[in-house]
């Protein structure tokens, strides 16, 4: 189990309770572990990078690039595979692109009212902490970097734990794990090569498909911000620490209208996905479906499909799935 | 026993436990197995295999003898996969790079009482020649799941901490719904 490890690894904490504004219910987490993670959002901010990073989840190893470029506006990233198919995807501040060559698509999704990154932080590591321990380990080396160890443990079944890896010198995560409640690794992230800083060259950003893509067929989600309550959607119940953070109306997979509430706990997320049953478009496939750490649930309800996505466990994405209903 | 034994390369273990760990390792010939697999996939992900060590493991697999043992019909891509990898290490000893590109990330749980799977059991040995497109099962969801996953990955807090990195899941090549 996750937790006598994890104390027998951390040993006792120095606890440092004045230099963080947080509640006394996270008694449990370690005042510098959550500086830690402060550091971390703020390097994916501030750093400009370029690397070579390992996805592995099962038995299953994928190797990326990725370049990420912190301009006036913000981080502007790009990131292609250099296993299988090759798959590319550009993010320029709200917008993400994703060019899929084999099957010649390019998918176009905005986030609206996207809020900024300092607003965001403090509440969401208020959640945080509320819904997970949080602990400094050790020092350990990745990709050549001495990284501190950050861990996260959920304070209940209905999340996975986490740890973290983050560079000593500039709080760039470099390595995380994500487990199970039987602390087995449901998948990972871990760059193999990384340079921080530097000259990276801003012509790295550019797609590699930006002119041959120029006669693939476009798929533009056209989101929106939307209010789902209004139009008789709720969800009934939901796990402890599940807040409901966006509500959206986008078109995915030819078919528009879909329905798109965001749950988070602070560090996972969940999303909720209300489409409507159409002839043309077949529904999705029932029941459960997983990958590393991402848990799919899909069910019909009434001449809808709801289906529940998210980085948390298969109890939570159905607990959520069933709890979603039509009031009119 | 296969987390004792993470634990224990992790340097975890102390004491008893891990002198006891360490005798079972003497005698446990399958344990030994995934000692050296951990250590190797360790090495891999942080780039110390060559490219000499992939192209010892496609000799040796070229070497394997062909089975002719008809397959049951109905197995499934990832059963197939696992099938072909369990006699490949069985006889390449310490191998073990993992390198699924046709294999099915997409599982469809049977049942939610089964919880995540353990995955078979020891080390996984694959090369990607040895599995080619063709033998991946009924491909049910890839696409629509894919879509799924595009609109929710960037709501992710961990992308937050990421960036764009998370999104190597959603470009994960070869995701296949399997019904088991």
């Known amino acids: 189990m996750i937790l006598p490890r994890a104390r027998r690894l951390f040993g006792p904490l120095g606890v440092l309770p004045f230099l963080l504004p947080v509640s006394a219910a996270i008694a449990q987490t370690d005042t510098t572990a959550l500086q830690w993670l402060q550091r971390i959002y703020a390097a994916t901010q501030k750093l400009s990078y370029t690397g070579t990073f390992v996805y592995q989840q099962g038995q299953q190893v994928e190797t990326s690039r990725i370049i990420h470029i912190v301009e006036a506006s913000g981080p502007r990233e790009r990131l292609e595979t250099l296993d299988g198919n090759p798959r590319e995807i550009i993010r320029t501040g709200d917008e993400v692109v994703c060019y899929l060559p084999a099957s010649t698509t390019v998918k176009i999704d905005k986030q609206p009212g996207r809020r900024a990154f300092p607003e965001i932080l403090s509440e969401q590591l208020k959640d945080l902490s509320e819904n997970y321990s949080i602990r400094k380990g050790e020092v350990e080396r990745v990709g050549g970097y001495s990284c501190q160890v950050i861990a996260l443990e959920p304070k209940d079944r209905m999340r996975y734990g986490h740890r973290l890896w983050a560079d000593l010198n500039t709080g760039m995560l470099l390595k995380a794990k994500t487990f199970d409640e039987k602390n087995d690794v449901l998948e990972q992230f871990a760059f193999t090569q990384i340079q921080i800083g530097g000259n990276i060259g801003r012509d790295q950003l550019k797609s590699r498909y930006f002119r041959q893509s120029r006669d693939w067929r476009v798929e533009d989600s056209g989101t929106t911000r939307a209010n789902l309550a209004e139009a008789g959607w709720t969800i009934r119940s939901r796990p402890a620490g599940f807040r409901t953070v966006t509500e959206l109306v986008r078109t995915m997979g030819g078919t528009s209208g879909v329905g798109h509430i965001v749950l988070s706990d602070g560090l996972a997320a969940i999303s909720v996905f209300i489409q409507p049953a159409t002839s043309k478009q077949p529904g999705p496939q029932p029941g459960l479906m997983r990958q590393g750490a991402i848990n799919v649930y899909a069910r019909p309800v009434g001449s809808y499909w709801v289906t529940v996505v998210g980085e948390a466990p298969p109890e939570s994405v159905k607990y959520i799935a069933d709890s979603v209903e039509y009031r009119r | ?180």
């Open chain 2, 1 to 180: 026993m296969k987390e004792k034994l993470s634990a224990l390369i992790d340097g975890e273990l102390q004491g008893n436990d891990c002198q006891a760990h360490l005798g079972r390792l003497r005698t446990d010939t399958e344990l030994r197995r995934a000692w050296d697999a951990y250590h190797l996939i360790g090495d891999a992900l942080r780039g110390h295999v060559g490219a000499d060590f992939t192209d010892r493991v496609v000799a040796r697999l070229q070497e394997e003898p062909t089975v002719l043992a008809p397959q049951r019909r109905k197995m499934t891509a990832a059963k197939r996969v696992a099938w072909y990898a369990m006699s490949a290490a069985a006889s390449v000893a310490a191998v073990t790079l993992v390198v699924l590109t046709a294999s099915s990330g997409w599982r469809a749980e049977p049942q939610l009482a089964a919880g995540p799977e353990t995955g078979v059991s020891g080390p996984v040995t694959t090369v990607a020649a040895s599995v080619s497109a063709t033998d991946a099962g009924p491909l049910l969801v890839g696409v629509e799941v894919e879509n799924y996953l595009l609109a929710h990955q960037p709501y992710s807090h961990i992308s937050a901490m990421q960036g764009i990195v998370p999104y190597a899941r959603t470009v994960a090549d070869g995701r296949r719904a399997v019904r088991k």
